[in-house]
């Protein structure tokens, strides 16, 4: 033999198992090939690293951890997973690809089996290594699927997930436990499957101080309890005896945003829990995202449901009849079902003290008997401070006010306070107290923050209707008391334009001015006395008066026994003169009818004189800043009075100068007066209207017929 040769056995060996391979159909071998080994090893890492991997990759994203600076980390311990993984693959591949070598070895050196259908314990062994991994894959995809592929949402996806597991591993109980940081020392029932009753509740706390579940869930890795007698906390020897558990299986889960979590099983079989440790951690990892999922579609429902409801406040506030009760207490309903709370209440300042307007679960009607100080518990330390208070432990707290609920028979827990701000002022401050479930959030403050604002809008627009109200009834006032100096149709014209055109001192303009005068006042009055003068002159001038405003003319000021109207000011037409002759003209006409009255109720007899002039006259504000006239001064003024003592000799008589007629655009009946004391122009005595019926006709066009209308248009 050579040095660098082989032996014969050697050569034997090899020669055999290149026959092998040659004769590999005739033997029978099963058809588990180095290539379909690898491949479906292949499979199987790639479910055990891609959905760790991917989660791992989509907290980063959800949390904004894929910075500059975490990046080489994220890397550098993604290809040290990968390699790891590809490591042990390497190694199982090595030991399966050995046995498969030393199978087919047995089969050559003892060919005289190839016929017999007894299988090797070799090929057996093979075959349930296959079966095995082909098991696990099954399994694990259908958990996979359920966990990340469910439809389910919320509760039910959970739930669901629990369910299926049952049916994978075949458990007693299984516990999903959440922990909340708020509440250190216990954790909360996310979920549970049991089989049979139980008497457990989603949200119900179990301790786990000095417990084996404080102690796991500070850890990584899953623990495996083969007697619940060694458990340390009697609240989980409880709930593992009743539910006729024998041992346990107690996995930590970590769930997004640095919150943690704990899967609990529980059986009478321990080869249960044995074969359910093998793959709890692809469990507790799928059961992560699905609880981040969730998390994430009960946040997506729960924003939803708050905006809506916001929407529905902002609705009702927008479009109420300002009847502030009933948009309030739908508020406090409102807000009910978006917080969630056990009581609440709405309370407005008033003065220095705050006062209940609205509640729910509580009795109004009790409440408002009680008012808070400012400063005076929490609702008066945010009506003070303006700033929002959110106690989850209000019995420490040094502003909580105990005496309310003594009163009412209630224990407050939690409160989240919040002040309803409008002008940069407090008005009123919305509470929430209690939460039902778990303890009140920042979320919690900033929806009942945004409620606040809306309602503090509403109540200050409801305020600035009431008193919108109030300067419109104001107004009204004094517009019908305006309207009493002024015509209607003068006052809206006065007040439909702007205030600018109103600010102007005086001006100068041409109106028709007339002056009514009592003849024999004097004796009257004396004959009366005061009283029934008063009476007399008011009924005059109300007669008087109503007939100036009818057609459009103002009464400038009373004169003792007399008044001064304008037509013309402050708003002018083309129409002033035949206004103010009009007017004349009908309160010639009232006198006798006026007289009868006054025959009747004092027995005395009334005569006035009536003159009339057109002319120019400086009209505006006259005064000063603490009282203003608006009346007319100017030498027309002046000629009118003179005029007025040519009215003398006519009882009732109407006298006006040449201007007043050339203004008027209706033929006028008049008489010249000769004695007309050195006046420049003519002076005439009225005594109608030239063609009565056409100006009827023209007047009942443009005013409607006036009461008088048969008597003014007859005379001639």
């Known amino acids: 033999m050579c040095g660098g040769g082989m032996t014969d056995i050697q050569v034997r060996e090899n020669a055999a198992l290149d026959a092998d391979e040659d004769r590999h159909v005739k033997l029978n071998i099963p058809p588990l090939t180095r290539q379909t080994l690898f491949y479906r090893l ?28 975490t990046m080489p980390y994220f890397i550098v311990g993604g290809v040290f997973c990968a390699l790891i993984g590809f490591v042990m693959l390497r190694r199982i591949f090595d030991r399966v690809n050995r046995i498969e070598n030393a199978f087919c070895r047995s089969r050559v050196l003892n060919p005289q089996a190839d016929s017999a259908p007894k299988q090797t314990p070799s ?16 399994r694990f995809q259908e958990i996979q699927d359920h966990l990340i592929h469910s439809s389910f949402r919320g509760a039910e996806r959970i739930h669901a997930v629990l369910s299926d597991l049952q049916k994978q591993i075949g458990f007693d109980l299984a516990i999903l436990y959440t922990a909340d940081p708020q509440f250190p020392e216990t954790l909360a029932i996310k979920d549970f499957w049991v089989n049979g009753t139980s008497d457990l509740q989603v949200g119900l706390r179990h301790s786990i101080v000095g417990s084996t579940m404080e102690k796991i869930l500070r850890q990584t890795s899953p623990v495996l309890i083969k007697q619940i007698q060694h458990l340390k906390g009697d609240v989980e020897q409880r709930i593992f005896t009743g539910h006729k558990c ?6 930590p889960i970590h769930i997004g945003g640095g919150e943690k979590g704990l899967l609990v099983m529980g059986a009478s079989d321990l080869a249960v829990l044995q074969d359910a ?15 981040e999922r969730a998390r994430l579609f009960a946040y997506v429902d729960q924003r939803d449901h708050e905006l809506e409801a916001l929407r529905q406040i902002g609705r009702a506030l927008a479009s109420s009849t300002f009847d502030m009760n009933k948009v309030l207490s739908y508020t406090m309903d409102m807000i009910r079902g978006i917080i969630d709370a056990e009581a609440g209440s709405l309370l407005l300042l008033k003065g220095n003290h705050l006062e209940f307007a609205v509640s729910f679960d509580t009795p109004v009607a009790q409440l408002r008997s009680m008012k808070l100080r400012l400063g005076q518990g929490i609702a008066g330390t945010v009506a003070s401070t303006g700033q929002s208070i959110l106690d989850n432990d209000v019995a420490s707290s040094p502003n909580f006010f105990n005496e309310i609920d003594k009163k009412l028979g209630f224990t407050s827990q939690s409160i989240l306070c919040v002040p309803m701000i409008s002008k940069g002022g407090v008005i009123g401050v919305l509470e929430v107290i209690n939460k039902k479930d778990g303890a009140f959030t920042t979320k919690d403050k900033d929806i009942l923050q945004s409620i606040a604002a809306s309602v503090s809008i509403a109540i200050e627009n409801a305020r600035l209707y009431k008193k919108t109200l109030a ?15 002024v015509p209607k149709e003068v006052v809206e014209q006065i007040s439909s334009r702007p205030v600018k055109k109103y600010q102007q001192i005086d001006e100068i303009r041409t109106l028709t001015l007339i002056n009514v005068d009592i003849r024999g006042f004097t004796d009257l009055s004396k004959s009366l006395g005061p009283q029934r003068t008063v009476a007399l002159l008011n009924r005059f001038f109300s007669e008087m008066g109503d007939i100036v405003f009818r057609n459009q003319g103002i009464v400038d000021k009373y004169l003792g026994d007399g008044f001064l109207a304008i037509f013309g000011a402050p708003v002018t037409t083309t129409r002033d003169a035949d206004n103010a002759i009009r007017a004349a003209l009908e ?3 009232a006198m006798p ?11 005395i007899e009334l005569t006035i004189g009536i003159s009339m002039h057109t002319g120019e006259v400086v009209v505006g504000n006259i005064g000063f800043d603490r009282k203003m006239d608006y009346t007319v001064i100017g030498d027309s003024v002046n000629t009118l009075f003179r005029l007025q003592s040519l009215t003398r000799p006519f009882p009732n008589g109407i006298v006006l100068g040449e201007r007043t007629c050339h203004a008027s655009s209706h033929a006028l009946r008049t008489a010249e007066l000769k004695d007309k004391q050195a006046f420049d122009s003519p002076v005439f005595l009225l005594n109608g ?4 019926d056409r100006v009827l006709n023209e007047e009942t066009i443009i005013h409607g017929p006036p009461p008088h209308a048969n008597m003014v248009f007859s005379l001639v």
């Open 42 to 69: 292949v499979i199987v890492f790639s479910l055990c690293f891609f959905p760790p991997a991917i989660a791992f990759l989509f907290f980063g994203i959800r949390y904004d951890l894929l910075s500059d600076q």
């Open 123 to 138: 090929q057996n062994a093979l075959r349930q290594i296959e079966l095995s991994l082909r098991e696990v894959e099954n």
């Open 246 to 251: 024998s041992a346990c299986l107690m996995a």
């Open 277 to 291: 440790r093998k793959i709890i951690g692809w469990i507790t990892n799928g059961l992560s995202l699905s609880i």
């Open 471 to 485: 300067m419109a009834k104001r107004e009204r006032t004094i517009r019908q008391m305006f309207q009493k100096f």
């Open 587 to 589: 309160m010639q006409e």
């Open 593 to 603: 009818a006026l007289n009868i009255h006054l025959r009747a109720e004092m027995n």
């Open 689 to 692: 209207y030239r063609d009565p």
